[in-house]
């Protein structure tokens, strides 16, 4: 007799997935950006690391709002890896 499988979540689209994933942290990098950049203006920040550069307040609020979007995006990809059920990694072999 064959042992009864426990309830297995069915998988997700791709799109779902990858919108559960970039759709908080857009939000979250929004949040951030307009919090840091409230107190940070970012010419300022720009003379104490690259005087050289040529850069707009505009391309520094970009910037700052793509690097916050890449950090929280890898929160939400590290959160998404560890809630996975197990079930799909702990299967057994039959041979």
């Avoid at 799109?15 to 919090?35: D, E, H, K, N």
């Avoid at 010419?43 to 929280?72: E, N």
Wanted: charged share 15%.
């Amino acid at each position: 007799m064959e042992a009864e499988r426990p309830f297995d979540h069915p998988r997700r689209p791709l799109a779902q997935r990858i919108g559960a994933i970039l759709w908080p942290s857009f939000f979250a990098a929004g949040v951030c950006t307009m919090v840091f950049f409230a107190f940070v203006d970012p010419i300022i920040m720009r003379d104490m690391s690259f005087p050289d550069l040529p850069m707009t307040r505009g391309l520094g609020y970009t910037v700052g709002f793509f690097m916050f979007w890449a950090a929280t995006s890898a929160s939400s990809l590290f959160t998404w890896l560890l809630l996975r059920p197990s079930s799909r990694f702990n299967q057994r072999l039959d041979t």
